[in-house]
């Protein structure tokens, strides 16, 4: 149901989009007041199928209840199989509990151990990492000979703001894209390399989502919602 609302709110935007875009080349206010009340709906239908869509921490509930339950019959399975061979042979039988309880012991560790080896990617994590690109931003600009520095600010666990100085706010549009894309490109490979650290190893793939700022707080560029490119916010024609 969810994947259904997702699609028919994804497309109807898209048609929403057509539309106004048609609109405004012929002129027509109904035609635009209709596209811009379809838009509003189909935004409204994609975001309720994107809410109710199954989680990780479910899947993962699923999982472990299957993994219980067959761990459960194979336990089963082996006390019987003992008890029958007590009555032919005691000493075979008792070699035999002793390998499979080595057996499910080896299991049991591995098993936690995987479980237990990433972290939550959380506020203090991002932190960490926005001090981390922050370095790298400043050293490759110090390296290349620029005084210029950037500012590199966590903002709570999924977003992530790069301070540039205030006179890049009045860069061309095409400069102001071209620094943004080129933001990105290093915070996501920073991100590669910082939590590949054992000491790190964050449940994340891709770094916090980027914002581009001046010092006044006007937003040049942002990460876009599907991620791995950079749109411009700012005109400055």
């Given at each position: 149901?969810?994947?259904?609302?997702?699609?028919?709110?994804?497309?109807g935007?898209?048609?929403?989009i057509g539309?106004?875009?048609?609109?405004?080349?012929?002129?027509?206010?109904?035609?635009?007041?209709?596209?811009?009340i379809?838009?509003?709906?189909a935004?409204?239908?994609?975001?309720?199928?994107?809410?109710?869509?199954?989680?990780?921490?479910?899947e993962?509930?699923?999982?472990?209840?299957?993994?219980?339950?067959?761990?459960?019959?194979?336990?089963?399975?082996?006390s019987a199989?003992?008890?029958?061979?007590k009555?032919n042979?005691?000493?075979?039988?008792?070699?035999k509990?002793?390998?499979?309880?080595?057996s499910?012991?080896?299991?049991?560790?591995?098993?936690?151990?995987?479980?237990?080896?990433?972290?939550?990617?959380?506020?203090?994590?991002?932190?960490a990492?926005?001090?981390?690109?922050?370095?790298q931003?400043?050293?490759?600009?110090?390296?290349?000979?620029?005084?210029?520095?950037?500012?590199?600010?966590?903002n709570?666990?999924?977003?992530?703001d790069?301070?540039?100085?205030?006179?890049?706010?009045?860069?061309?549009?095409?400069q102001?894209?071209?620094l943004?894309?080129?933001?990105?490109?290093?915070?996501?490979?920073?991100?590669?390399?910082?939590?590949?650290?054992?000491?790190?190893?964050?449940?994340?793939?891709?770094?916090?989502?980027l914002?581009?700022?001046?010092?006044d707080?006007?937003?040049?560029?942002?990460?876009?919602?599907?991620?791995?490119?950079?749109?411009?916010?700012i005109?400055?024609?």
């Open positions: 149901m969810w994947l259904l609302l997702f699609l028919v709110g994804f497309l935007f898209i048609v929403a539309s106004l875009l048609w609109s405004f080349i012929k002129k027509n206010k109904d035609l635009r007041k209709k596209s811009l379809g838009g509003l709906l935004m409204i239908i994609f975001f309720t199928g994107a809410m109710i869509s199954p989680t990780d921490k479910s993962s509930s699923v999982e472990t209840a299957k993994t219980e339950q067959t761990s459960t019959k194979q336990s089963k399975k082996t199989t003992s008890s029958s061979k009555k042979a005691k000493t075979s039988s008792s070699s509990k002793e390998a499979s309880s080595s499910k012991t080896a299991s049991s560790s591995s098993s936690t151990e995987t479980s237990s080896s990433s972290k939550t990617y959380d506020d203090a994590a991002n932190t990492f926005a001090s981390e690109l922050n370095t931003i400043n050293d490759v600009l110090r390296k290349g000979g620029s005084t210029d520095s950037f500012a590199v600010m966590p709570g666990s999924s977003l992530i790069v301070v540039v100085p205030q006179n890049y706010k009045y860069l061309p549009n095409s102001i894209q071209q943004a894309d080129t933001i990105l490109s290093a915070k996501e490979n920073c991100f590669k390399e910082w939590n590949a650290k054992p000491e790190n190893n964050y449940d994340q793939t891709y770094g916090p989502s914002y581009v700022k001046s010092p707080g006007t937003t040049l560029a942002k990460e876009s919602f599907w991620g791995g490119t950079m749109k411009r916010v005109d400055n024609n």
